[in-house]
């Protein structure tokens, strides 16, 4: 079975400094991976994702995530925190034998203090 | 990338009662999904809709307590029926867009 792992429940980064929300996936066969945010009483924002190509996959608000694949990880990042990053974080995959069905992982709250 | 309407945004339900949940997408798209999310915890996959088929539900779901409809390829509805205080919760709506799920706000509910 597919899955994600994301094994901080709240990562704390002062503004300013660079920040990593950690995940880990299982799949079997080639993984499809994203990054979802989601701002308080709100749904969930795709960030980016891999396919294929390019390690190092850029998206929204000045996010990265590395696709790691001797390590089955896909990080994510961002050089310098914003206040305005704190949300809930969701890392997700697609199975890439059933197109229904997206695993998400637990979640990760990032606070950033000022 | 698709724009998702959903709405109510939140209630406030009577025990026994039913509650339907709308989703408009902004443009056509195949599959739509319904998933449930207690308050800063993860998904829950509900069911996949698809335009003219029934829906498929995932284990501990089922259609006389979960029923969805899917009328066309910009539109579904979700109703939560005869619903206890376990019901409570965010109801998601989302659909698959050139590869990446879109969501709309959620709709919370509140079971008393």
């Known amino acids: 079975a597919q899955s994600v792992a994301q094994p901080e429940d709240q990562v704390n980064v002062a503004e300013g400094n660079p920040l990593t929300v950690k995940c880990t996936y299982s799949v079997s066969g080639n993984p499809y991976l994203f990054w979802y945010v989601q701002y308080p009483n709100r749904g969930l924002q795709f960030l980016l994702k891999y396919i294929t190509g390019d390690n190092l996959v850029k998206g929204s608000y000045g996010f990265e995530a590395e696709f790691n694949k001797s390590q089955t990880s896909f990080h994510l990042k961002k050089p310098s925190a914003l206040v305005s990053d704190s949300a809930l974080y969701f890392c997700?995959?697609?199975?890439?034998?059933?197109?229904?069905?997206?695993?998400f992982g637990s979640g990760t709250k990032l606070n950033v203090k000022p | 990338s698709a724009v998702i309407s959903q709405k109510p945004s939140r209630d406030i339900c009577q025990r026994g009662t039913s509650l339907t949940i709308q989703c408009q997408v902004d443009?056509?798209?195949?599959?739509m999904f319904w998933y449930r999310q207690q308050p800063g915890q993860s998904l829950t996959l509900i069911a996949t809709a698809n335009q003219g088929s029934e829906a498929t539900y995932e284990s501990g779901f089922v259609i006389d307590k979960f029923p969805i409809s899917r009328p066309n390829l910009t539109f579904s509805t979700l109703t939560v029926s005869n619903m206890s205080p376990e019901d409570s919760s965010i109801y998601l709506c989302s659909a698959d867009s050139g590869g990446e799920l879109f969501f709309g706000e959620g709709s919370r509910l509140t079971v008393l």
């Open positions: 443009s056509q798209v195949t599959m």
């Open positions: 997700a995959v697609r199975d890439p034998y059933n197109f229904n069905k997206f695993y």
